[in-house]
């Protein structure tokens, strides 16, 4: 069993930054792949970046968040980020952190990963 605790999110203008950051805990992290998700209102959700623990390797699929957006992780505090930069308002979204057994193409897809986090809303204004 995996706990997925997220936190940083909030309202903010266009052009600002967030980090939000998922605290996990419980048996066997470092064989999961951790990754950010997104739902906005009336959307599906997408998968945003993802990390391994032991890799130096990180996963996107979305060209329009490369660049603004940046997924990190502090092994020691069991805690992954995502630093968002120059946010627009087509990033107000729920933001939800992950955790999976995933590789190649299930890495993008929500369904393929066992454990969720509660979700934080991230509003970005005009």
């Known amino acids: 069993q995996v706990q997925l605790v997220e936190s940083g999110g909030g309202l903010v203008q266009t052009g600002g930054s967030l980090r939000l950051s998922c605290a996990a805990s419980g048996r066997d992290i470092s064989s999961y792949l951790m990754g950010w998700f997104r739902q906005a209102p009336g959307k599906e959700r997408e998968f945003v970046q993802g990390?391994?623990?032991?890799?130096?390797?990180?996963?996107y699929r979305d060209s329009s968040v490369k660049g603004r957006f940046t997924i990190s992780r502090n092994n020691a505090e069991n805690t992954v980020y995502l630093q968002m930069n120059s946010l627009k308002p087509e990033d107000t979204a729920v933001y939800y952190c992950?955790?999976?057994?995933?590789?190649?193409?299930?890495?993008?897809?929500?369904?393929?990963?066992?454990?969720w986090g509660q979700g934080t809303q991230v509003t970005v204004s005009s």
């Open positions: 990390i391994r623990w032991n890799e130096d390797t990180t996963f």
């Open positions: 992950a955790a999976g057994r995933v590789y190649g193409m299930n890495i993008y897809t929500g369904a393929k990963y066992d454990y």
